[in-house]
Nanobody, 127 residues
C-alpha cells in the first residue's frame, strides 16, 4: 500500500508560480512510476506530467509543456510539480498518483494504469 499526500496548492495570480509536493508513505517510491493529474470543475481528469521511477524519463502534457516540470527525490519519497507562468485555465484540483511494477524508464500517462491516488490539492489561478 502507498499513501500519497499532496501539498503546496493555493491561490496565485496569473503569471505566478507554485510548487506542488507529493509525499509517499507506506512504502518507498523507488521502483514506482509517479504522475500528476488535474481535474477542473465539470471536466474529466487529465494527465499533466509523469516521471519514471529512475527519474530518467518524463512526460509533460502539451497544455503545460514549457511551464511545468516534474521531478522526484527517491531519498525523500517525494515527487514535485513545479508550475510556472500559471494561467487561469490551470485552475483545478491536482492529484498525485503512483504506478507500481514499471520498468526503470517507463512513464505512465493513463489514469487507469495508476494504482494509488492522493486526495488532491486545489490550485486556483486568478486573472
Amino acid at each position: 500500500q502507498v499513501q500519497l499526500t499532496e501539498s503546496g496548492g493555493g491561490l496565485v495570480q496569473a503569471g505566478g508560480s507554485l510548487r506542488l509536493s507529493c509525499a509517499a508513505s507506506g512504502r518507498t517510491i523507488s521502483g514506482v512510476a509517479m504522475g500528476w493529474f488535474r481535474q477542473a470543475p465539470g471536466k474529466e481528469r487529465e494527465f499533466v506530467a509523469g516521471i519514471s521511477w529512475s527519474g530518467i524519463s518524463t512526460s509533460i502534457a502539451d497544455s503545460v509543456k514549457g511551464r511545468f516540470t516534474i521531478s522526484r527525490d527517491n531519498s525523500k519519497d517525494t515527487v514535485y510539480l513545479q508550475m510556472n507562468s500559471l494561467k487561469p485555465e490551470d485552475t483545478a484540483v491536482y492529484y498525485c498518483a503512483a504506478s507500481v511494477g514499471r520498468s526503470w524508464a517507463a512513464v505512465v500517462n493513463t489514469a487507469t494504469q495508476y494504482d494509488y491516488w492522493g486526495r488532491g490539492t486545489q490550485v486556483t489561478v486568478s486573472s
